[in-house]
C-alpha cells in the first residue's frame, strides 16, 4: 500500500486493541459498560457514570455527525498532504462519545457541521484506522 500517506500508528495494548484491530472485520467497536448501556471512548477501567467495571466491545452503527471540524493547511508530514479535514464526529448511538478523526472522500470546503458521515476504514500494518466519510444522500440513521 505504497501510495497510502505516512500516519502514526497507535501503540496496540490490552484494554485499546479492539479499537484498532475493529476495521478487520468493517465494523466499528467502542467500549460499553455491560450494566449501564454507557460508551466510553477513549476506553477506561471504570464506567464514569455508575462506576461499574463490567466492560466489553460493543459494535456501533458507525454512523454520526460531524460537530465541529477544522482544515489542516500545514504540511506535518511527508505524504499526508493538506489540505485535509481534521473532525470530531458525534456517533449516533451516543452523541456525548466523540471520536477526532480525517473526513475523507470529500473535499475539504465540502464539509460542514451537521454534516451525517459513515466510517471507514484504512489498514496500516495490523491497524485499522477509522474515518469517516459523507453519508450517501446525506441522511443519517
Aim: proline share 12%; aromatic share 12%.
Amino acid at each position: 500500500m505504497a501510495d497510502q500517506p505516512f500516519r502514526v500508528l497507535p501503540r496496540l495494548e490490552p484494554d485499546t486493541e479492539f479499537f484498532w484491530k475493529s476495521g478487520e472485520d468493517g465494523k466499528l467497536r467502542f467500549l460499553r459498560c455491560n450494566a449501564d448501556g454507557t460508551f466510553l471512548h477513549p476506553p477506561a477501567p471504570v464506567c464514569p457514570k455508575c462506576l461499574g467495571r463490567d466492560l466489553s466491545p460493543a459494535v456501533v452503527s458507525g454512523r454520526g455527525v460531524v460537530a465541529t471540524f477544522t482544515i489542516n493547511h500545514q504540511p506535518w508530514y511527508p505524504g499526508l498532504d493538506p489540505p485535509y479535514v481534521i473532525a470530531i464526529v458525534e456517533i449516533d448511538e451516543d452523541p456525548s462519545v466523540r471520536f477526532t478523526c480525517n473526513i475523507v472522500n470529500c473535499a475539504p470546503e465540502d464539509v460542514s457541521v451537521g454534516m451525517p458521515v459513515q466510517v471507514v476504514f484504512e489498514q496500516y500494518d495490523d491497524v485499522w484506522l477509522p474515518f469517516f466519510e459523507p453519508v450517501a444522500g446525506g441522511a443519517s440513521s
